[in-house]
């Protein structure tokens, strides 16, 4: 059974790099059937996406995000990671990881992980 | 970017009764629709993708559909668990961009 785990501080100081990772369990993130990514929802609005990756190296970022985001991936711990740099109190959201299928037509987030609340101050 | 806008913000409707959500895209997305359900304090759950296939597990009850740049979500007849927030997405193009939501509260 598909399970995605996001995992990191809570806290977070203005002008530091927050920093995410996300542990899945139940499929490979080398798997061609998938893209993985991630999105977050400040408390009390909407969604946000942030970016996804797909296991040949493509990464696709938010353009609102993209100078202060990066998404890495460990293969081998089948796990993906997100920094987000020189965070603000804007920052301040839940932050799910995600998986989508990479056919065209089924590429809706269809596997959330719970969600982790990453909040910025001093 | 695809800019999606969902009406009404808040729709108050009475247990059994119909709803019916619409979500509009600033250009075509063809039918490269989504739409989910987010309750307080959970991850959003998909219902429906391909602006009209429902995933796996959700019932009959709620139905999607539309093309292009409009797009509905019914929900036939509401249970107490259908109140809650939906979302529509749309993932034909990068950046993939979300609705603003709309609350579906008791009557």
């Known amino acids: 059974q598909l399970q995605l785990q996001e995992s990191g501080p809570g806290l977070v100081k203005p002008s530091e790099t927050l920093s995410l990772t996300c542990i899945v369990s139940?499929?490979?993130?080398?798997?061609?059937?998938?893209?993985w990514g991630w999105i977050r929802q400040p408390p009390g609005k909407g969604l946000e996406w942030i970016g996804s990756?797909?296991?040949?190296?493509?990464?696709y970022y938010n353009p609102s995000l993209t100078s202060r985001v990066t998404i890495s991936v460990d293969t081998s711990n089948n796990h993906f990671s997100l920094k987000v740099n020189s965070v603000t109190a804007a920052d301040t959201a839940v932050y799910f990881c995600?998986?989508?299928?990479?056919?065209?037509?089924?590429?809706?987030?269809?596997?959330w992980g719970q969600g982790t609340l990453v909040t910025v101050s001093s | 970017e695809i800019v999606m806008t969902q009406s009404p913000a808040t729709l108050s409707v009475s247990p059994g009764e119909r709803a019916t959500l619409s979500c509009r895209a600033s250009?075509?997305?063809?039918?490269?629709l989504a739409w989910y359900q987010q309750r307080p304090g959970q991850a959003p759950r998909l219902l429906i993708y391909?602006?009209?296939t429902r995933a796996t597990g959700i019932p009959g009850r709620f139905s999607g559909s539309g093309s292009g740049t409009e797009f509905t979500l019914t929900i036939s007849s509401l249970q107490s668990e259908d109140f809650a927030v939906y979302y529509c997405?749309?993932?034909?193009?990068?950046?993939?961009?979300f609705g603003q939501g709309t609350k579906v509260e008791i009557k």
């Open positions: 997405q749309q993932y034909n193009n990068w950046p993939r961009t």
């Open positions: 990756f797909y296991y040949s190296g493509s990464t």
């Open positions: 995600a998986r989508q299928p990479a056919v065209a037509a089924k590429a809706s987030f269809n596997y």
């Open positions: 139940g499929d490979s993130i080398s798997s061609t059937n998938y893209y």
């Open positions: 391909g602006a009209s």
């Open positions: 250009q075509s997305v063809s039918s490269n």
